[in-house]
């Protein structure tokens, strides 16, 4: 079985300021790695993934995630957030088999709100 | 680009009703999902569907739900008898088939639909 946890529950920032979102995870088999974004009243859009190759995995609107897995995180960072990037950030893993992705299981989120 | 569309937006339901929440997957992806996200909580699996079945399903998928393909577009959540622990947000999310036939890894999520159940 897969588990995740989200080490914080809500991340405040100021504008500009970096930020950092925790995620551990654990599973006895290969997994995919991935961060969703969810804006307000809004679904679920896919911020980045790790499947496989360079540790460090660029997203869309400057985010990266750097994937270790002898500490089984997949932390994800952002030099410098914007207003715009305030919503709840959702890490997940998708365990495979002999390629297959499986069911997703995310993790309880982290609401990061940006301040002015 | 191509993207997953669900229907209603929002639905209100009295307890002990059937629901049905409808979704359009991406039309080559043969792969299906529904999750539900409880207010304010995580974002949960219910159950998977390929090749007209139910691959995987979680412990919440009980007697009460089913899913169906009724035709070539449309994947549907059925909920028969509502209760009030079922008001959620369900997502649908398809993929596409990878050239050796599994399932490939990003799935993409519709917009969801609000069910309240009064």
């Known amino acids: 079985a897969q588990s995740v946890t989200q080490l914080d529950s809500q991340v405040p920032v100021f504008e500009e300021a970096p930020v950092e979102l925790r995620c551990n995870y654990s599973s006895s088999v290969s997994v995919y790695l991935f961060w969703y974004v969810q804006y307000p009243n809004q679904g679920l859009q896919l911020l980045l993934k790790?499947?496989?190759?360079?540790?460090l995995v660029k997203g869309i609107n400057g985010f990266e995630a750097e994937f270790n897995k002898s500490q089984t995180s997949f932390h994800l960072r952002k030099p410098s957030v914007h207003i715009s990037d305030t919503a709840e950030y959702f890490c997940a893993v998708s365990a495979t088999f002999y390629s297959s992705a499986s069911k997703i299981i995310f993790g309880s989120g982290t609401r990061l709100s940006i301040r002015p | 680009e191509p993207e997953v569309t669900q229907t209603p937006s929002h639905q209100v339901t009295q307890m002990g009703q059937e629901v049905i929440l409808r979704c359009v997957p991406i039309s080559n992806h043969l792969y299906f999902y529904w999750y539900r996200q409880i207010l304010g909580q995580k974002v949960e699996f219910l159950v998977s569907?390929?090749?007209?079945?139910?691959?995987?399903k979680s412990e919440i998928f009980d007697d009460q739900f089913s899913v169906e393909r009724p035709d070539g577009s449309n994947f549907t959540l059925k909920i028969r008898s509502t209760k009030l622990e079922d008001s959620a947000m369900y997502f649908c999310a398809s993929t596409r088939p990878t050239l050796y036939g599994g399932a490939e890894d990003t799935q993409y999520f519709g917009p969801g639909t609000r069910l309240t159940v009064l």
């Open positions: 790790y499947l496989s190759g360079s540790t």
């Open positions: 569907f390929y090749n007209n079945e139910i691959s995987e």
